[in-house]
């Protein structure tokens, strides 16, 4: 009795090194969009831990914002483009949404949209 080689095939393995590709491809496009949103919540999040937040103007909460992002290595976005500030009475309310479109391949585009809240407010109790 002969013995049936098994195995992939050329097609096979040639459709598996394409998927993985791709994988890479939208990881490498979208990754960055991502890791940039990330690191702006948890800009903003930090802002709002500092317990003098109530006390901060609008100009001067912009101001940092801005200059932490340089830092940051996001230089290519300005925050009136990604958010709304604004006061309600002591509180700073911040409105995050923007949405970046990147180029995948050809004309195919990738779109991811961002949008969240924060306030100032502290729930009832709340100590530091």
Do not use: C
Not at 14 to 40: E, F, M, N, Q
Not at 106 to 118: E, G, I, M, Q, T
């Amino acid at each position: 009795m002969r013995a049936s080689q098994r195995g992939m095939s050329y097609w096979s393995i040639l459709s598996i090194v394409s998927l993985v590709a791709l994988i890479i491809k939208v990881v490498a496009t979208i990754g960055p969009v991502y890791l940039d949103y990330y690191t702006i919540d948890k800009m903003i999040q930090a802002k709002f831990r500092d317990p003098q937040i109530d006390k901060f103007e609008v100009a001067a909460f912009t101001a940092d914002l801005g200059a932490q992002m340089t830092r940051n290595n996001i230089r290519d976005r300005k925050i009136e483009d990604l958010m709304v500030l604004r006061r309600d009475g002591n509180k700073l309310l911040i409105d995050l949404d923007y949405e970046e479109r990147k180029n995948l391949m050809a004309n195919l585009d990738v779109v991811a949209h961002f949008k969240k809240s924060y306030s100032s407010e502290r729930p009832e109790g709340f100590t530091e």
